[in-house]
């Protein structure tokens, strides 16, 4: 009995099936959506991010950060991503289609990251935190990026650039930390992640 | 441009049933879903044949204590 | 000329002449000891590395100062080595020695063309490696189950493709006059690994399709990678070695495929349901959610075939080291399937989602399902390989008690912290920081079981190192277990 080419025929279409339902349908259907023009303000919206902070999302992207944070607020009522603050309005397809690549993540050991430029607009705070989470954020399990940073001594004056650390977590007497381009470069990144305009389709939440 | 997209879909849908239902009768007509349960048994073989358990921990094999105690 | 014709032979059945006597099993099982055994001892290195990784991971998380001063040694770094070593390098390695195996021995063929099998075996731990070492140099993509960075991945298609290959042939030459249903999963999983990595690599890497799309194609590809590379990998293992062990047939041949065609039906379009709530289409969603609820056909189907196959016969499976791992992972099957059909459920996936009852489910599906019937089917297939005995029975319990008693409590343990994280993440009341610190015990818990893991696969790789090294004895010209000539009667009477 040769039965082969059924089995063929039939996991050749199962497969064809799903791929042709969820991608192909999908990629046909909003794959080529556009920014949104708001006529009032003659701007386009999203807006793409300036260099620094897309360095920055290379740097997100080497350390996985993803593993941890989500980037996408869920409509109201379901589940507590508005109430949290984590945004005001649910993050819709054309939010993301300037990203080449894009982190929505799974999974929330720490919470989401959709609007933390919003949330958290001082660069200082997130200097500090990346530098050790303990400094802003006591009991916190995300681990510490004391490799974004450059721990030297102080020869002269000491450089603006060092961080304002608290006497627990300060380095030694005569040493100073200062941020290597990839902190800044996360940093930017940070601060660059905000939905701070409306679109037609996900109109703000009424406060 | 919409209509051609649903058009193509419908199209490709159409062949897709009709595949299924080719391959449904071909498989039938060759008479491969008469005697299924017979195909069950072709993992057995005079070497190790049915009715037969073909493992054991090490040492305690057919001829083991336990298994001449539950006898 | 001629060397075009040998080809044609080597690869064509029908053009060949000397194919016409049906090997004996002993005969088979020789000819594919070399290539089987590259791939085991390949799996071997990897899992023990990845459950290195995951313990340092797992510690990570309750204690974010270990091991923090060094780059490659953060926690996002090191977890995506763990999921890639035990995904790529064990899980596909295992899986495909025991495919290899069984393919052979079902088509009733000695193994044509072993070259291209260790030339595949080569280029896909080279391409490994390379994957990994590249994730901890920070070349890795962050796209989850697809990190390895796009050196490695060409590496890893031209194995794939070489074993593909591989089977089809082997099918062409079978000598059986049937297609056992553990065929049928494994030419189904072999057609469709290449197919949804090649998707995924395309719409991914190579030509990144915009926006949320690429969530889709994600989450289409990872889900798929359990649901159409390891299930049926792992299923084709349980339809084969039940029956087998038990000397009894399936209890319903029928069901199982039944079974087949509802998996490849519905498995594939479940992947979605891990964008519940997410910026994708909503119908997209709800079609995923009503295949997740499908999904409890083939479930129960596959539940109600092993499961009776085993019924009455608990002595006989107790005292086979390979059952007692494969009806562990068949149980964990049933169990981990109906979870994952409940989860894509909106009021369980409200407080479920985003949480560590995720992360135990996947284990529950990788480790209780997949590894232990791995696991099982090393027991079965070693001893036929070398023709020798496993060395130490003690070794065997070790192993089945650790990785048993380990999975259950890090599946126990983390469902009920991730329950509770979702719950307070729901509830706007309760700072963050309050619901992290409330995982932290069951985070702990977690470690434990990983530890007690990596004693099992400690002992298994004991054991299979001293039984390669150790001298074949005079009685055990064959193994000596399923010859006897005395062996169990099925039922024992009473």
């Known amino acids: 009995m040769n039965n082969g080419p059924l089995i063929f025929l039939g996991i050749f279409f199962a497969l064809a099936f799903s791929w042709g339902g969820i991608i192909m349908t999908n990629h046909i259907t909003y794959g080529s959506l556009e920014p949104y023009f708001d006529e009032a303000t003659e701007e386009m919206f999203p807006k793409p991010i300036d260099g620094l902070a897309e360095r920055g999302r290379r740097v997100y992207a080497e350390l996985g950060c993803v593993y941890c944070h989500t980037q996408q607020v869920r409509r109201p009522g379901y589940g507590a991503d508005t109430d949290r603050g984590w945004g005001n309005r649910q993050s819709v397809a054309r939010d993301y289609i300037l990203q080449d690549r894009v982190f929505l993540g799974t999974m929330r050991t720490g919470p989401d990251l959709m609007t933390v430029g919003q949330r958290l607009p001082s660069p200082e705070w997130h200097y500090n935190h990346f530098y050790n989470p303990q400094i802003t954020s006591p009991g916190s399990i995300m681990p510490p990026y004391p490799f974004l940073f450059e721990k030297r001594r102080i020869v002269g004056e000491p450089s603006e650039r060092a961080l304002n650390l608290p006497p627990e977590f300060a380095p030694p007497e005569g040493y100073e930390i200062v941020p290597t381009p990839r902190a800044d470069a996360l940093v930017a990144y940070m601060l660059s992640l905000r939905m701070d305009y409306d679109l037609p389709e996900a109109p703000t939440a009424e406060q | ?71 | 000329m001629s060397s075009v014709s040998q080809f044609v032979a080597s690869v064509n059945p029908t053009a060949s002449a000397d194919v016409g006597v049906r090997a004996r099993l002993r005969e088979i099982d020789e000819s594919t000891r070399l290539p089987v055994l590259l791939f085991v001892g390949a799996a071997l290195f990897w899992l023990l590395g990845g459950t290195f990784f995951a313990l340092i991971a797992s510690i990570k998380l309750h204690h974010p100062d270990f091991l923090g001063e060094t780059e490659w040694l953060t926690f996002g770094i090191v977890r995506t080595v763990h999921l890639n070593t035990v995904i790529y390098g064990w899980a596909s390695n295992a899986g495909i020695a025991v495919a290899l195996w069984l393919m052979a021995r079902l088509c009733r063929t000695k193994l044509h063309h072993g070259g291209i099998l260790m030339v595949a075996m080569v280029f896909w731990n080279v391409g490994v490696l390379a994957g990994c070492l590249g994730i901890m140099a920070g070349d890795g993509l962050s796209i989850e189950w697809l990190e390895f960075p796009p050196y490695a991945t060409p590496l890893l298609f031209l194995a794939y493709a070489l074993t593909g290959v591989w089977c089809i042939i082997t099918f062409r030459f079978r000598q059986s006059e049937h297609t056992y249903v553990s065929q049928w999963f494994l030419l189904a999983a072999f057609f469709w690994f290449p197919w949804i990595y090649s998707v995924a690599q395309i719409m991914l890497v190579i030509e990144p399709a915009r926006g949320t799309i690429q969530a889709l194609v994600n989450w289409w590809f990872a889900h798929n990678v359990l649901g159409l590379w390891f299930t049926p990998i792992g299923l084709a293992a349980a339809y084969y070695f039940i029956p087998k062990v038990l000397g009894k047939p399936i209890h319903s041949y029928y069901l199982s495929i039944l079974g087949f065609w509802s998996l490849a039906l519905f498995y594939n379009w479940a992947g979605v349901h891990h964008l519940i709530g997410g910026p994708v289409p909503a119908w997209v969603i709800s079609a995923g959610t009503v295949a997740s609820v499908m999904m409890v056909i083939p479930v129960i189907v596959t539940a109600i075939n092993h499961h009776m196959t085993v019924v009455g016969s608990f002595a006989q499976v107790w005292r086979s080291p390979t059952l007692r791992f494969v009806v562990f992972g068949a149980m964990s099957y049933t169990l981990v399937s109906l979870q994952g059909s409940s989860m894509s459920l909106r009021t369980l996936n409200l407080h479920t989602h985003f949480t560590h009852y995720t992360v135990a489910h996947a284990h529950l599906g990788m480790y209780g399902f997949f590894t232990m019937i791995m696991f099982g089917s090393f027991y079965y297939i070693l001893p036929r390989l070398l023709q020798k005995e496993w060395p130490s029975s003690m070794l065997i319990s070790v192993h089945f008690w650790t990785a048993s008693l380990g999975i259950i409590l890090y599946f126990v343990g983390l469902s009920i912290g991730g329950l509770i994280q979702g719950m307070q993440m729901n509830n706007p009341d309760i700072p963050f920081l309050e619901v992290v610190a409330n995982t932290i015990p069951y985070l702990v818990s977690r470690s434990v079981a990983g530890i007690i893991i990596l004693v099992g696969h400690l002992a298994f790789t004991v054991s299979v190192v001293w039984m390669i090294l150790k001298p074949r004895s005079p009685q055990e010209t064959s193994p000596t277990l399923f010859r006897s000539p005395e062996a169990m009667p099925l039922r024992p009477s009473t």
Not at chain 2, 12 to 26: E, K, P, S, Y
Not at chain 2, 27 to 33: F, K
Request: contains cysteine; aromatic residues 14%.
């Open chain 2, 1 to 71: 441009m919409e209509w051609l997209f649903y058009l193509i879909a419908f199209i490709v849908a159409l062949c897709i049933t009709f595949t299924g239902a080719w391959a449904l009768r071909w498989a039938v007509r060759q008479g491969q879903l008469s005697n299924l349960e017979e195909q069950s048994r072709s993992i057995f073989t005079e070497e190790e044949p049915e009715g037969r358990q073909s493992d054991f921990f090490p040492g305690r094999g057919g001829s083991s204590r336990r298994s001449r105690r539950q006898r």
